[in-house]
Each structure stands twice: as C-alpha cells, then as structure tokens.
C-alpha cells in the first residue's frame, strides 16, 4: 500500500496551535485577530471578518503571550490569505520575541532534541536566503 506523507509530514516546522488574542498590521492598516498556530517560520491567523491581503504583502504580527507584557513580534510577508485565516511567513524576530518562540515550541514539542533539529533547519534557510540588498 503506497501512503502519501500529509502536509503536515512534510513541514520542517512543527506547528503549535495556541489560541491567543494577537494583531495584524498590514500597512497602516491594524486588525485584531485570534492567532491560530504557530512555529519557527511562521503563524496562522483568524480575523473576525474576511480581509484583503495579498501573497507577499509586507506584514507585522503581534502575538500576547500572557496577561503580562509577554508579546511575539513577527516581522513578515503575507503568506496565502483564505477567507477569515491568513497565514503569515516569519522574516525577521526581534531577540526577545525568538527568545519567547524558542521557549514556545520548546514546552509544547517536549524534546529538546526536536527542537534542535527545527534550529538547524531555521538556521539553514537563513543561510540559503540572500543578504538584504543581495536580491
């Protein structure tokens, strides 16, 4: 019996669905939202109302971790947007905000060995992306 690996396989990040109040800033434009998942490369994200948002579109996203002033700051690129969800792909993190997703994906995957393997792959593909001002 021949199986087809799931998409989910596939991906070299896990995926970790948190369900946390979080705000998408495309342009001037601020709308709240409700983050979905989440990994090292990106989020998924549900807005109250369908939005206009295109592939590669500049985007910031701003995940509250707690009540304290715990918060992820992606800085990124729309990724596919499909009715309320729009999926946002990570292009630069701030060292506090990677420090909170690092501990993040750390507790929900349970293995720091796991963890490692998705920093090497992240690491990586930072390294086969050209400079800023290399494109």
Do not use: W, Y
């Not at 998408?24 to 989020?43: K, M, N, P, W, Y």
Request: aromatic share 0%.
């Amino acid at each position: 019996m021949t199986t087809v690996a799931s998409h989910a396989e596939r991906r070299d990040f896990s995926r970790i669905a948190l369900s946390r109040p979080a705000a998408l800033e495309i342009g001037a434009a601020r709308t709240a939202c409700e983050l979905v998942d989440i990994s090292l490369r990106g989020a998924l994200v549900r807005t109250r109302a369908p939005l206009v948002a295109v592939g590669g579109q500049a985007c910031r996203l701003l995940v509250q971790l707690d009540q304290g002033p715990a918060t992820i700051l992606m800085r990124g690129e729309i990724a596919h947007a499909r009715g309320r969800e729009i999926g946002v792909s990570c292009r630069e993190l701030d060292l506090d905000s990677a420090a909170h997703l690092r501990r993040l994906v750390e507790v929900n995957l349970g293995s720091e060995k796991l963890l490692e393997r998705e920093l090497a792959a992240l690491v990586a593909r930072a390294g086969a992306r050209p400079a800023a001002g290399k494109r």
